[in-house]
């Protein structure tokens, strides 16, 4: 008896060392695999480097899309027990860029739209529709002539304003002319003294036009499963500093399965002309003006299931 159990014992322990080199044996193939593929991504980096490099067209976009529903009846724990809500959000950006020797001509789309939902079956007097909460609308275009490798001559359009409400109602339309530094591939700086400021409204006692200094920032990257872009813009008066504003959009999408996966997007926008525009003709605030509105950092962010197209 004791003799079986002595040899049990030396099986199980034989088995246990077995498994334990081959669990080791594994981990080191592991490594020595994923040591190869870092390798090899690293090279195909490389390639993709030179490809932007080459001249021609780069067309691209990737977006987030979020959402919720709920509908609820007689859940009495909560102040309307019969109700449905719900939100839908969707985040778009895209470029269109020419690269050329001499020349380059940009070209970008940032699109936030959001409609939120609550509709309070006992209330007969309120919405049941998807109500917009956010809406954002920037397009530019950006052409320049190469002084040398990192900077050029260049003329920047951008134009911005909201879509589902209050259409150009303000928009924005920046004209201007000056000088555009790209220090690296998937960074350019605008730089323009000379830029006119377009603003459209129906109150043009509160949005004014003015001549001023135009600065825009941009970094787009992909690397492997990941895209990134952050721009700001902003633009300061030489009339009044009432007048200056600024911009500054952030996106992030993470690619988990066949371009489906997870995107982020937030927003911050400071702008003194919008704020008194809300404080007098949506509040009603008659006493309000440019010295005494508080103007508060404008901001907003979008999580949802993102696609890269």
Known sequence: MKTRILLSLAFVFCVSLSFAQTKEELEQQKAEK????????????EIQAQIDALPGWRVGAFGTIGGSLSNFNNWFAQGAPNNSSGTIGLTVNGFANKIEEKYFWRNSLNLNLNWTKLDDKDNPLDSDDFEPTVDV???????GHRLSDKWAVSGLLEYRTTIL???NDPGYLDLGIGFTWTPVTDLVVVIHPANY????????????SSAGAKIVADYTKKLGKVNFKTNLSAFA????????NWTWINSFSYT?????GLGFDFGLRSNKQEALNYQVNTLGNTMATFDNVDNDLQSYYTFGISYNF
């Open 165 to 167: 409400s209050n259409f």
């Open 197 to 208: 400021n377009f603003v459209f409204a129906d109150d043009d006692t509160i949005f004014n």
């Open 237 to 244: 008066s030489y009339e009044d500093s009432d007048y200056s």
């Open 137 to 143: 609308f920037n397009i530019t275009s950006l052409y």
């Open 256 to 260: 988990l399965w066949k371009g489906i």
């Open 34 to 45: 994923q040591a190869e593929a870092d390798k090899y991504q690293a090279e195909a980096n």
